[in-house]
């Protein structure tokens, strides 16, 4: 019920390629494990283009994340918050302030624990979470429920599709700043106001070197099935 067109050119097989050469340079310990975090990030995160219901892609992306962003560690307590923080912190941009993050994860992660621990949601609280959602437009959430639900899906989508990129810059060798293997003290590095802009300016350096700094932002408003097409 939303979508995206993008029109594609001839350079974009040397984006690809760079980006592609980024996951296989990824140093992920799988020797003697059944499953990666990040592998089942990107997993979940193919996942949800498929035909599966939009409930069915919020928790796999809501997974995805989780994943992505505290994947490996023991600590469990305060899950969500840290999430929160994290994503604010790491993909913060002009068009997308940090307490829009804050607030969209909160709420979209809020939804995944519902449905997979099986609580009841009555449509009305299912509106009113969705349309507090920063990308979700106000006419959709009143009038065009499953649009609205489709808005919700593409900005958590959009989100673990820049967590994975955010994660991949900043393990990448030379001088990683938070490696897949070994412990980092991330929330305490991402307090401080100095270090959290050093890391966030790494990983979008690290995509203008691969020739893709645009992917380290929001794509362009998603618009309804039913839209006129952009010329």
């Known amino acids: 019920l939303v979508r995206r067109t993008v029109r594609m050119t001839r350079d974009e097989g040397t984006a690809f390629a760079a980006l592609g050469d980024l996951i296989d340079a990824a140093d992920v310990k799988r020797e003697g494990m059944v499953a990666t975090s990040f ?11 498929s035909n599966d219901s939009a409930y069915e892609h919020l928790v796999d992306l809501a997974t995805a994340l989780e994943a992505t962003l505290t994947g490996g560690e023991k600590e469990t307590e305060g899950l969500t918050l840290r999430l929160r923080t994290r994503a604010a912190a790491l993909l913060a941009t002009d068009d997308d302030p940090a307490t829009a993050l804050f ?22 609280e299912l509106r009113k979470s969705i349309g ?71 990983w979008h350096e690290r995509l203008a070197a691969l020739g893709v700094e ?12 039913l839209s006129q097409e952009d010329r």
């Open 214 to 225: 645009y992917a380290g932002g929001p794509p362009r408003s998603a618009v309804d099935f």
């Open 39 to 49: 592998d089942v990030a990107l997993s979940k995160f193919h996942r949800s283009h």
């Open 103 to 124: 607030d969209d994860v909160g709420q979209l992660y809020g939804l995944r624990s519902q449905l997979v621990h099986g609580g009841q949601i009555k449509q009305k």
């Open 132 to 202: 507090r959602i920063s990308t979700v437009p106000s006419e959709a959430t009143e009038h065009r429920f499953g649009v609205a639900l489709g808005h919700a899906v593409d900005r958590m989508r959009d989100l673990v599709r820049r967590s994975i990129l955010a994660r991949l810059c900043l393990a990448a060798e030379p001088d990683a700043l938070w490696p897949f293997n070994g412990d980092t003290a991330v929330d305490a590095i991402l307090a401080d106001d100095a270090q959290r802009r050093a890391w966030r300016a790494r």
